[in-house]
């Protein structure tokens, strides 16, 4: 699959600044702010809180 030429979006596949635009615009409007008890149930734990999921990643993406 080829890379995008644009320069704003070099080194990202034509698909994927459409598809992040998408997943920013779903958090912006809360698609992640709650939470049910389904997850919970099938974890066998309370879930864990989104923003700090993503802000571990990026932590652990940083140290590497």
Not at 14 to 40: E, K, N, W, Y
């Amino acid at each position: 699959m080829p890379l995008n030429a644009d320069p704003q979006t070099e080194g990202l596949y034509s698909f994927q600044p459409a598809m992040l635009v998408s997943i920013c615009s779903s958090v912006a409007h809360g698609f992640l702010s709650r939470t049910s008890t389904d997850l919970g149930d099938l974890l066998g734990r309370s879930p864990s809180h989104p923003k700090y999921t993503i802000v571990r990643s990026l932590e652990q993406s940083i140290s590497v």
